[in-house]
């Protein structure tokens, strides 16, 4: 009688053992498609112009976990939004390194995205139905990342406010505190100094600079045995904004997941950004300096 | 008769001119030598107790350039510079405690710490500790209480020296809020430029010394039998310490008292070496020129030690009546032995001549 009541209960249990859910980029970008349409209906409750704003595409090595990381800058973009409207900021979610990630993930932050705007909406009496999301075939990281890139445009237009070199700013430092963290768990002596204000530096230096940052990053990442992604796109030569900062940065931000997971940092979260007013790309340039040079001090893992 | 008395008043005028003579000389031989050797051991006595207290001064304001080029390259003092040139608040509160606790614990532990205080570049005071003197307690200034001292020589001059260097202030009395603070607080200014690692100038800092650190070495070298009197002097002549302490900062309080007016024409006449003595009709003088500033030679005090001579030689005076007690001893000892001796001598001449005379 036991042998049969322990046999009825693991069938029970194989019963209910479902295959784990896996998410495409297809699936990521239908939801994507829905983030844009719950866009447009506060674009058209502003009155803004119905055609999406055109951003110029980029052919880079993109990963899940650059996507992830777009995902949060639109978060940003949405707490922007909130602090023009008079509503409380909000802090986008963050998530432990992983070393590879997970799509799922992915469309995790989709769905907080989707979640905010309707709160949005609802908050400022946005009325609407955006639907539900089309199925979608074919679709890579890239597209999600660049349909989000879009999205995020329209959110900027939104906002109407310029997307300045503070927001940037809030990015370095949290790259700065992410430096921090993996030197003391290295055990290593801070003495790293910042460079000279350079007063006169403009977004296309920031630019400079978060790349040699990003070459210091993929040297670590070399010691620590990690793959490195291409993001030589992304290097613009004209017409550089403080967007195109903070964007590399995060994307940065993005790439330094990894390295701390391989190094056992594997509970350490990225602080949330803080807000800051009034930061010039001389604060952001020199920031950066100081985070290289900080970097510079890794020579070993 | 008469000239046998004469012969005896020859022989006695002879015999008194030598003993005495050699007396005398013998005498005024071991006087002059006495003053010498009591002159000279005033001399060494005040030269060694102004080197001595000139060393202990040294030894504060060298102990205080030390910390301050401690403290000036103390990693949370260079960070806190280096994120307010960056402009992140939170690291620069972040630190601002760091460095203000520091800087507390040193001001605690350094009895001869003032005030302490970190100024930006722009000559605004942006860290503040300052000892209470009464409590003995110490505290970090509120922002209300930090003051602008931009138009300070002690800013002004340190922002242009290299690193490392130091400026130091006259010695004055302390001020807050632009007026002298009652009770008068004498303190010396150490000042070093806060430069970072990037060679960045990032401000001063600046220690208040108590000069009560190193009056007390001059206070307790007054403290003597001897009626030896030390002073600090500015080269301006004010008298920066004085036994009676009303006398001292004239220029700085609008009254007429200093060295020059108290010691006429001495004071150039020490300005003319770094240490030295000089003897006038009443004194012995001992002076020695301190540098607080390590690399100024244009900025110095002098500790000037004054002996009366009077005091010098007070034990030449027992020697004194020693000798004129001895030499009427010897002057009488000598008149009775010459009249017998003598007489002896005279008495068979006398005889003889006498003998002569009848035949």
Redesign the interface.
């Known amino acids: 009688m036991p042998q049969l009541l322990l046999f009825a209960v693991l069938c029970l249990g194989f019963l209910n053992v479902q295959a784990e859910a896996t998410i495409t980029p297809s699936e990521v970008y239908g939801q994507v498609l829905l983030i844009e349409k719950e866009t447009e209906l506060v674009k058209h409750h502003f009155n803004y112009a119905k055609q999406p704003i055109a951003v110029a595409e980029v052919n880079a090595n993109i990963m899940p976990r650059h996507v992830w990381q777009k995902c949060y800058m639109l978060q940003k973009k949405l707490v922007a939004f909130r602090r023009k409207h008079q509503l409380d900021a909000l802090t986008p979610v963050e998530i432990e390194p992983v070393k590879d990630m997970d799509p799922r993930y992915t469309w995790a932050q989709t769905q907080r995205i989707l979640v905010e705007i309707r709160i949005i909406r609802m908050l400022l009496g946005i009325s609407g139905e955006a639907g539900a999301a089309l199925p979608v075939e074919g679709k890579v990281p890239l597209d999600v990342f660049n349909k989000l890139s879009q999205i995020e445009a329209e959110w900027d237009a939104l906002t109407g406010a310029d997307f300045d070199a503070s927001y940037a700013f809030g990015q370095a430092m949290r790259l700065n505190e992410e430096v921090d963290v993996i030197l003391r768990h290295l055990g290593l002596f801070d003495d790293a100094i910042p460079p000279e204000k350079n007063v006169t530096a403009i977004p296309a230096n920031s630019l400079t600079q978060i790349f040699l940052v990003l070459e210091q990053l993929q040297r670590l990442k070399k010691l620590a045995g990690l793959d490195i992604a291409d993001l030589s796109a992304f290097r613009k030569t004209e017409q550089i904004t403080a967007y195109d900062v903070f964007n590399m940065i995060c994307l940065t931000l993005a790439e330094l997941q990894p390295l701390k997971y391989q190094i056992g940092l594997r509970h350490v979260v990225t602080v949330p950004a803080n807000h800051y007013e009034n930061k010039t790309p001389a604060d952001v340039l020199q920031l950066l300096g100081y985070v290289t040079n900080k970097l510079v001090l890794i020579q070993h893992l | 008769m008469f000239k046998l008395v004469r012969l005896k008043a020859k022989f006695a005028m002879l015999f008194y001119a030598v003993s005495l003579g050699a007396m005398l000389i013998v005498g005024w031989y071991g006087y002059e030598n006495a003053k010498n050797a009591y002159m000279k051991a005033a001399l060494d006595l005040a030269k060694g107790y102004t080197s001595e207290v000139s060393v202990h001064i040294e030894d504060v304001l060298h102990l205080s350039h030390s910390d301050l080029n401690f403290i000036a390259n103390s990693?949370a003092v260079?960070r806190h510079a280096?994120w307010i040139?960056?402009?992140?608040e939170?690291k620069q509160r972040q630190y601002h405690q760091i460095v203000a606790d520091t800087l507390r614990g040193f001001v605690v532990s350094y009895a001869n710490d003032f005030k302490i205080r970190i100024i930006d570049i722009d000559g605004r005071e942006h860290i503040k500790i300052r000892r209470n003197l009464e409590t003995n307690l110490t505290q970090i200034s509120s922002d209300n209480e930090l003051e602008d001292e931009s138009q300070r020589d002690f800013f002004s001059q340190t922002m242009l020296l290299p690193k490392g260097q130091v400026f130091v202030s006259s010695l004055d009395l302390n001020t807050e809020k632009g007026k002298i603070e009652t009770p008068h607080l004498p303190v010396v200014r150490l000042a070093t430029p806060l430069i970072?690692?990037?060679?960045?100038r990032y401000g001063v800092v600046v220690i208040n010394v108590l000069a009560e650190s190193f009056f007390k070495y001059i206070r307790d070298a007054n403290n003597n039998q001897q009626e030896r009197v030390f002073y600090l002097i500015a080269s301006n002549g004010d008298y920066l310490f004085h036994p009676d302490s009303e006398k001292t900062f004239g220029s700085l309080l609008g009254h007429r008292a200093n060295f020059e007016q108290d010691f006429p024409t001495l004071l150039s006449q020490i300005k003319q070496n770094k240490k030295g003595v000089i003897t006038d009709a009443n004194n012995i003088i001992s002076y020695q020129a301190i540098y607080p500033a390590l690399n100024n030679d244009e900025n110095y005090w002098v500790l000037v030690g004054v002996v009366p001579i009077s005091f010098a030689l007070k034990d030449l005076l027992s020697f004194e009546y020693a000798f004129v007690g001895l030499f009427l001893f010897v002057i009488v000892l000598v008149f009775f032995s010459s009249h017998y001796f003598l007489g002896n001598l005279m008495r068979p001449l006398e005889f003889v001549t006498r003998q002569l005379q009848s035949l």
């Open positions: 990693y260079q280096y040139d960056i402009g992140e939170d970072g690692d990037n060679k960045v």
